[in-house]
């Protein structure tokens, strides 16, 4: 309740990967109403871009976080299929 969508995504991608330093857009929100089978849930997604040869280290929830190649990416919950897709989508990934 105390921060911006923005602060929020830094936070949460610093939290889920280790992350810091990166230019974070606003993809857009996904708001279906069944998304979540816990309950109403609306979620902004955004993207940014990472160089270089990163190691992720995630906390908490998100300790076995890893790299795939988006070819092969694992099944994910909900609709982040969907989420995943827009994102390729809007940066031109073809090749999924």
């Known amino acids: 309740m105390e921060e911006t969508l923005e602060e929020a995504a830094v936070r949460e991608l610093k939290e889920e990967t280790g992350f810091e330093k990166i230019e974070l857009r606003q993809l857009r929100a996904f708001s279906a109403i069944d998304r979540d089978p816990r309950g109403r849930n609306i979620s902004v997604a955004f993207y940014g871009f990472a160089t270089g040869d ?43």
Not at 77 to 92: G, M, P, R, S
């Open 54 to 96: 990163i190691i992720i280290k995630g906390q908490d929830d998100a300790s076995d976080a890893r790299w795939f190649p988006v070819s092969s990416i694992p099944a994910l919950a909900f609709d982040h299929n969907e989420v995943l897709k827009t994102a390729l989508n809007a940066i031109k990934f073809t090749d999924f």
